[in-house]
């Protein structure tokens, strides 16, 4: 009874990786005709939509697709030093004491930024001059 309930839950988790981790044909093909040297590339539903971490050029990399294969996003991983000034400022005055642990410069399908600036079990958002957009779950 106890292989059984282990290989249960080992196909539902297989099954549930599955579905967590698979794009669209269409979006995968758009993507690897963007970043056809793209090396390790891991896909992952987040809300309707399909982000793709990989590395390219040596640098960390994310992109958001939807489910026709249209880029919505895509975000780059900077220095924290490199935030724009209005950024650390905002961080230093409302988050205190806290350490910002990463940070990232997101570019919209229309062209405009964001920053996002990641503290513990946060990641905080701020339009291109540096203005507050919001805070959401790492």
Do not use: R
Not at 17 to 32: E, G, L, T
Not at 67 to 80: D, N
Not at 110 to 133: P, Q, R, T, W
């Amino acid at each position: 009874m106890k292989k059984i309930i282990v290989a249960l839950t080992l196909c539902l988790s297989v099954a549930v990786f599955a579905q967590k981790s698979d794009a669209p044909a269409v979006a995968k093909a758009a993507f690897a005709k963007a970043h056809p040297a793209a090396t390790k590339v891991k896909w992952e539903k987040e809300d309707g939509n399909y982000e793709v971490t990989f590395v390219d050029k040596g640098n960390e990399l994310s992109a958001v697709y939807n489910a026709k294969g249209i880029l919505k996003e895509s975000e780059h991983e900077i220095k924290v030093s490199e935030l724009p000034a209005a950024v650390t400022a905002y961080m230093k005055d409302h988050y205190k004491g806290i350490t910002v642990k990463g940070a990232a410069k997101i570019t919209k399908a229309d062209g405009s930024i964001n920053y996002e600036a990641a503290i513990k079990g946060k990641d905080v958002l701020f339009d291109a001059n540096g203005k507050f957009i919001k805070e959401a779950k790492d």
